[in-house]
């Protein structure tokens, strides 16, 4: 036990400090460093209780793990994310143990699984503090996979492909494995509470799979850029593109009837015309500049009047381009996969995906029935 906290010590502190200095500076970054060089101060405390002597009572770092998470998916999903006062709120749980951890510095309040429905002073404590504890846990995971799942959503409107650059899949991914962690400790505590088969303390055995989940969160977050540098394209000035507007404003927007079937007339004559589609990481702001719509006008247009998202309009193109070459006998010496990318599709997976969701069949299993029909 004591070799995993050397090694989950040494590298939380590493992987902090470097995704704390990394530059360019960004407040999502620093909330991350913070996150793991919070846990680096929970396994210096866990080392010091297991070998020296026991620093407090109660365990109350955990309490910020999860408004942490949930504030880095916020930030690193936001355009231009500022600190707001009123987050301090999601700390209150931590506050209050804190203050009870001061006030109890001398007592025996926590005492394991094996001690936890002692029948003493603390025993309504520490029910209270497991319930909270599995609450907070549970809340700002649940909090945290709907901000990233809106986030993926929200790209729809903006970008016509996916990677994993921008959909912070990996945090997706790493966040559902870390309450799946904790959740078992609960279920192994609760059993070893009710029968007591463990020698040892399941919060303590949690810190091996904290280890290893802290090393990836150390990896995937240093190399996370940032997401909005990606996607937003900016102005000859240097200035990001008007990016406030919403689809709750479109019903104020003013846009005239003809103007509308102007706007879709222009951009479907473009679409066919030029095939901005065929550039494998063509965003709105692009097709904005090409068209000289405003964005939001476009969002519009294309969400309220086309009836798609931008992602799925690009992607309807990017499938009907590679239909007809996959028909037409001057493509006949290309891959399928060659096709797909001269058509916009910027990885065989997505390519595969999308073409099966549009038509039905696979690339290949279209390719066959194609050839079935002409022979």
């Known amino acids: ?32 460093a913070a996150w793991l060089l919070i846990i680096c101060i929970e396994m210096v405390i866990v080392l010091i209780n297991e070998t020296l002597v026991e620093l407090y ?31 301090l709120w999601h700390f ?9 951890s001061l006030v109890f510095i001398d007592q025996r309040v926590m005492q394991g699984t094996h001690g936890f429905l002692v029948r003493d002073s603390f025993v309504s404590f520490r029910i209270v503090y497991a319930i909270t504890f599995f609450v907070s846990i549970t809340a700002y995971s649940i909090a945290t996979f709907v901000e990233i799942h809106r986030h993926q959503k929200r790209l729809k409107q903006l970008v016509s492909y996916s990677t994993g650059r921008i959909t912070l899949q990996w945090l997706l991914g790493l ?11 609960f279920i192994f505590g609760g059993i070893d509470i009710m029968v007591g088969f463990m020698n040892f303390d399941p919060y303590e055995i949690s810190f091996i799979g904290l280890t290893i989940l802290t090393f990836l969160f150390g990896i995937f977050g240093f190399n ?17 593109e008007n990016n406030n507007q919403d689809s709750k404003k479109y019903q104020r927007s003013g846009l005239k009837k003809e103007d509308i079937r102007g706007y879709v007339e222009k951009v479907e004559k473009h679409m066919k015309k030029s095939k901005p589609y065929q550039d494998r990481e063509l965003t709105i702001y692009d097709l904005s500049r090409q068209l000289d719509i405003p964005r939001h006008v476009l969002s519009e247009i294309i969400n309220e009047h086309i ?33 797909a990318y001269d058509s916009g599709f910027n990885s065989k997976s997505s390519f595969n995906t999308i073409f099966k969701e549009k038509t039905g069949s696979t690339p290949s299993e279209y390719l066959k029935t194609i050839s079935a029909r002409n022979s």
Do not use: C
């Open 92 to 100: 209150t749980p931590f506050f209050i143990f804190l203050i009870a």
């Open 307 to 339: 009836g798609k998202n931008f992602y799925n309009l690009v992607n309807d193109y990017r499938v009907e381009e590679v239909k007809q070459r996959l028909e037409n006998p001057q493509y006949k010496h290309l891959t399928i996969l060659a096709i």
């Open 175 to 185: 966040s559902i494995t870390f309450y799946a962690g904790y959740v078992i400790m």
């Open 1 to 32: 036990m004591e070799a995993i906290l050397y090694i989950g010590i040494s590298q939380t502190l590493f992987a902090g400090i470097l995704i704390a200095t990394r530059k360019p500076r960004v407040l999502a970054n620093q909330v991350l």
């Open 224 to 240: 996370q850029p940032v997401i909005f540098e990606e996607v937003v394209r900016y102005t000859e000035n240097g200035e990001p």
């Open 57 to 87: 009572p109660i365990k109350i770092m955990p309490f910020i793990y999860g408004p942490l998470l949930l504030l880095y998916a916020k930030w690193m999903t936001t355009e231009k994310p500022r600190f707001d006062p009123r987050y």
